[in-house]
Nanobody
Framework: QVQLVESGGGLVQAGGSLRLSCAAS????????MGWYRQAPGKQRELVAD???????NYADSVEGRFTISRDNAKNTVYLQMNSLKPEDTAVYYC??????????????WGQGTQVTVSS
């Protein structure tokens, strides 16, 4: 089993920045993809970004150019640097991981979520 623990959420003004972190523990050998989903009130959960163990990244169109995902394989940690935040980025952000597939295909492990609120 894999446990994912997020940190770094909070309240920020529009135009500001936040950095989310997610540390993996447990049966972490061979985690292939790690990344972030988000869910705003009344909306479906959506993929924000993911990164493979080799460093290949993928971003949602809505965050491309503003968010940067990175991964420290030695620390089993994935980061999401969020810049130029907008009120529409307000959501609960969930860390996600899978040992075989990219996260748009399958997520086997979820974190508990961290709230990000962007005020206008």
């Amino acid at each position: 089993q894999v446990q994912l623990v997020e940190s770094g959420g909070g309240l920020v003004q529009a135009g500001g920045s936040l950095r989310l972190s997610c540390a993996a523990s447990g049966s972490i050998i061979d985690i292939y993809a790690m990344g972030w989903y988000r869910q705003a009130p009344g909306k479906q959960r959506e993929l924000v970004a993911d990164i493979t163990s080799g460093g290949t990244t993928n971003y949602a169109d809505s965050v491309e150019g503003r968010f940067t995902i990175s991964r420290d394989n030695a620390k089993n940690t994935v980061y999401l640097q969020m810049n130029s935040l907008k009120p529409e980025d307000t959501a609960v952000y969930y860390c996600a991981a899978d040992k075989v597939f990219r996260l748009r295909v399958r997520v086997s492990y979820w974190g508990q979520g961290t709230q990000v609120t962007v005020s206008s």
